[in-house]
């Protein structure tokens, strides 16, 4: 699929885009565009990837869409990163959550259009179902834009990808609770109830680069993910990096946050079908004949939704999962 193709990345100087361009180059694409807004960190970026010929780095916003425009122009593929997306950051200035987030998309879709882009691939959040934050509520108007654009052209086709928490990305809570037990003995947790879905960085690009080559475009591939308590992760944390006994302070829920997160709603659960052992895929109401086509002959899922509090990971597993992060290093510490 990527092979011999101009690939364009948004937001691509991040942790999900370097991982998505370590697994593209072996695909032996004829480009990869990194499309950002911050020099420094392509500066790095370039740096990381020594130079390689097949990298071309884009300054450029996609608020932007003159500069979004120019640069997608011969592009085949488009995996939609950008985004603004701490939950606080985006309450607290929702005007720029906004621009970023959904006048963005819009850009992306335009020039997709304009210049006849095979697919375009939307990266979207858990927090998109049921919203009740900024973040999620822009995520959730961007999905509905990239699948109401696929009815807009024969050519381009768009696709929406929805995840969970990924460990090792840019703003990740897991080194934030190594870095408070390690050096300051304390944690603060919204509360201990609290659950999230998780799964490695390269995991999650593993999933993404196949619903990417699978899906034919007006669809929304869910990943399947493990979940956890967040207090049991910062017991399994504890056992790895505290020299001494910890404090947990309880801090209570800050504004715009869940107790769990969803990755399909009970609207959703009706048109969601199981499309392998990693992936739900769920068709829009008004799913074209194609679509129907495509996916209908798939069993449908039988859950009501999909919760983070459905199914939790042991202690061992949530090591298991740090391990293939990379984030530890040993085991054997739980039965």
Not at 77 to 100: G, M, N, R, W
Not at 249 to 261: D, V
């Amino acid at each position: 699929m990527f092979q011999n193709t101009i690939i364009l990345i948004t937001g691509g100087t991040g942790s999900w885009g370097h991982e998505l361009v370590k697994k593209l180059l072996p695909l032996q694409p004829k480009e990869i565009r990194i499309f950002s807004r911050n020099e420094f960190a392509q500066v790095k970026m370039k740096r990381a990837f020594s130079d390689n010929p097949y990298l071309k780095f884009v300054i450029g916003d996609v608020r932007d869409f003159e500069a979004v425009n120019e640069a997608v122009k011969n592009v085949d593929y488009i995996f939609h990163l950008s985004a603004l997306k701490h939950v606080p950051i985006c309450e607290d200035q929702p005007s720029e959550a906004l621009k970023t987030n959904v006048y963005g998309t819009q850009n992306i879709i335009k020039a997709s259009l304009n210049q006849k882009v095979k697919k375009v691939i939307d990266v979207s959040t858990d927090k998109a179902v049921e919203p009740i934050n900024f973040y999620g509520l822009t995520k959730a108007i961007g999905e509905k834009l990239i699948i109401q654009a696929n009815q807009l052209s024969s050519h381009t086709h768009f696709v929406c990808i929805r995840g969970g928490n990924v460990i090792g990305t840019n703003g990740s809570v897991i080194p934030f609770f190594q870095e408070q037990i390690a050096n300051h003995h304390t944690v603060p947790l919204t509360s201990r109830e609290m659950t999230r879905f998780f799964l490695t960085v390269s995991q999650a690009i593993d999933l993404l680069l196949y619903a990417s080559e699978q899906a034919i475009g007006g669809e929304i591939f869910v990943m399947k993910m493990k979940a956890c308590r967040i207090i049991d992760l910062i017991y399994v944390l504890e056992r790895h990096f505290a020299v001494k006994d910890i404090v947990i302070n309880e801090i209570g829920i800050r504004p715009g946050e869940k107790l769990h997160e969803m990755l399909v709603s009970n609207a959703e659960s009706r048109n969601t079908y199981k499309f392998d052992k990693n992936y739900y895929v769920i068709l829009p109401g008004n799913a074209s004949e194609e679509v129907k086509r495509r996916y209908g002959n798939l069993p449908k899922v039988i859950f009501k939704r999909y919760q983070s509090n459905d199914e939790l990971m042991t202690y061992s597993e949530i090591e298991q999962i740090l391990m293939k992060a990379n984030f530890i290093t040993s085991q054997a510490l739980f039965n």
